[in-house]
């Protein structure tokens, strides 16, 4: 009995060491690591960002979570870990997530068509092409092949575009219709908007980023009964502990928001022309006041497409959950296999047309419903896993969710329009150092 104890006694010793050796924290080296500090304190030191914050977290647990440079550097105000940003366009996945609850109960199915939940749209016609556009005179147009459908607005195949990342004759139209982040419109103004402007591809033709997800913002509201914004804070950021997300800046939690800044010579209004101008600028200066605007306690849009702020803590609790297929501590938003599904690429072959810093999809990479997606590593250049999801903020933010590497990767800073690769940067500096 004694040597039985002394042998079961070695093999626990065995197994202790044995878990402690595949622990997270080996598989990191602490020495690679220090090159994202000195990355990062090199941006803020040549001015590329006046502040930022970098996260990694693998195997169950934080890795890396360091801050540089300042909130606020007109008072000398430190970042720090607990700072609230802009997210932009890191808002699409959480509202995408929000469509998938409502698809989970029964409310909404993928393959609805849009004017189904949104009559409004029953109407829709393309852009023709092919005719000659009159002055002061309505878009040429064509009957639609088929109604865009409500995955088609998850994985931006419905044929809508932005209106400030190009130039065509529908993205014109936009902006003459003032469908962007208007703070004094409902969701409901905005897609009555929207609905007057003729797409500009067919649907399922073409990949191509677009306000796509801010309409999904409606069908949330039409389908749920409730508010984007109320129907996310009960739905999503209730249930996950997310308790700095939201639309608008709450006077508890100013004293944590960063400065927006933006290159010198950024106009008030950003447009095609605007966005083009502002990128030859040097040097970041505070945003011009516009671009704060939306946030504002009195701002009425709620942009499912790009209107949230957050903390890195926040954005963790969500990515984290979906790293997790769908659950965290014991709250489960979404099946397993719905998160599948969303990571799951939906564009195959079909060729790309729009312009997203470092996002868009091509040879190597496609995109699910919500998220851009790794197919291909080396065709896709990238150290990430296959089947890596990720995307970002027109303010410099990005995350990835690695589920190969059990690994979540967030990078956060404020400027706009971004002008750097500090978020790929920050990517690659995360792999060289991860030694699994």
Not at 304 to 318: E, H, I, P, Q, R
Not at 337 to 364: H, I
Not at 400 to 417: A, K, R, V, Y
């Amino acid at each position: 009995m004694q040597t039985l104890g002394k042998t079961l006694s070695g093999l626990l010793v065995a197994l202790v060491l044995m878990g402690a050796a595949s622990s997270p924290k080996s598989d990191w080296s602490q020495v690679r690591l220090k090159r994202i500090d000195t990355l990062l304190e090199a941006a803020v030191e040549t001015n590329l960002m006046i502040g930022g914050q970098g996260l990694i977290w693998q195997g169950d647990q934080i890795v890396y979570n360091n801050t540089f440079g300042k909130r606020d550097h007109r008072d000398d105000k430190m970042l720090g870990k607990d700072a609230i940003y802009r997210i932009y366009s890191m808002t699409k996945p959480i509202t995408s997530v929000g469509i998938m609850i409502l698809a989970e109960r029964g409310k909404l199915r993928l393959n609805d068509p849009l004017a189904l939940h949104l009559p409004e749209f029953a109407n829709l016609r393309a852009f023709d092409p092919t005719a000659e556009l009159k002055a002061d005179q309505p878009l040429p147009t064509q009957a639609l092949e088929r109604l865009p459908t409500i995955e088609d607005l998850l994985a931006h195949k419905a044929g809508f575009t932005y209106g400030i990342f190009g130039k065509t004759p529908v993205d014109l139209a936009y902006l003459k219709a003032g469908t962007m982040m208007n703070k004094q419109l409902t969701l409901a103004d905005f897609t009555q908007r929207l609905a007057t402007v003729p797409l500009q591809y067919q649907p399922d033709t073409k990949w191509h980023y677009s306000v796509a997800t801010d309409v999904l913002g409606r069908v949330i509201e039409v389908v749920s009964g409730q508010s984007l914004a109320e129907f996310l804070e009960t739905e999503i950021f209730q249930p996950l502990g997310m308790r700095d997300t939201r639309f608008t800046i709450a006077k508890s939690s100013e004293d944590r928001v960063v400065t927006l800044y933006a290159p010198q010579g950024t106009p008030e209004q950003l447009d095609p022309d605007a966005f083009a101008k502002a990128m030859q600028g040097q040097g970041l200066v505070p945003a011009p006041d516009a671009l704060n605007d939306p946030y504002q306690p009195d701002a009425i849009f709620q942009s499912g497409g790009g209107g949230l702020l957050s903390t890195t803590d926040d954005y963790l609790k969500f990515a984290r959950m979906l790293l997790n297929e769908g659950e965290l501590d014991g709250v489960r938003l979404l099946a397993p296999s719905t998160v599948r599904l969303m990571r799951t690429d939906f564009l195959g072959e079909q060729a790309a047309n729009a312009y997203v810093n470092g996002g868009t999809p091509r040879e190597g990479r496609g995109f699910g419903l919500g998220f851009g997606m790794i197919k291909d590593q080396g065709l896709a250049a990238t150290p990430q896993g296959v089947g890596t999801y990720y995307w970002g903020g027109a303010a410099g933010t990005t995350f990835w969710i690695d589920p190969e590497n059990d690994l979540i990767g967030i990078f956060m800073t404020q400027s706009i329009p971004h002008k750097t690769q500090l978020g790929q940067d920050f990517m690659k500096a995360t792999y060289q150092a991860f030694l699994r």
